[in-house]
């Protein structure tokens, strides 16, 4: 995946779970109090910074190797929800935030950064096949008959 197309990607995805973050922190806030708007950021910076990373990591990985483009969507998605599964499990035994919030706010912004990825991708003028007509155009011009 070219760098300029996980760009567009990362940015039509960012974008709207911020934005869908911080109606969670108003949300949680407002029912719950600063528990909740403290499990609320916490799952808006998780999301953020797993997917983006993941973004990331996807693009350095298949810049040189554009056939591994499956396979290492493939590990990147399953990293993070190890990640997450992790941070779920360590996150029970804090006491801090309110754990329904931050679960149903990680939900939330999981499934929005994930539809608005597919979304950008879709969008994109992204061609698949790449013709070498304007290199043999020139060549062939710069020839003396």
């Not at 996807?58 to 993070?80: F, H, I, K």
């Not at 149903?104 to 096949?129: D, H, P, S």
């Amino acid at each position: 995946m070219p760098s300029h197309d996980a760009r567009i990607s990362l940015r039509g995805a960012a974008i709207p779970t911020a934005a869908a973050g911080v109606v969670a922190l108003a949300i949680s806030t407002a029912l719950v109090g600063s528990k909740g708007l403290v499990g609320a950021l916490l799952a808006t910076v998780l999301v953020m910074l797993f997917f983006a990373s993941g973004q990331v990591a996807l693009d350095r990985l298949t810049r040189n190797n554009p056939q591994m483009l499956m396979a290492g969507g493939l590990l990147v998605y399953t990293t993070q929800i190890l990640l997450v599964g992790i941070v779920l499990a360590i996150g029970k035994r804090l006491s801090f935030f309110d754990h329904p919030t931050f679960g149903f706010t990680l939900l939330g912004c999981a499934l929005i950064w994930t539809g608005f990825q597919v979304r950008a991708a879709m969008k994109a003028k992204i061609y698949y096949v790449q013709t070498d007509s304007g290199d043999k155009k020139e060549s062939q011009s710069g020839r003396q008959p």
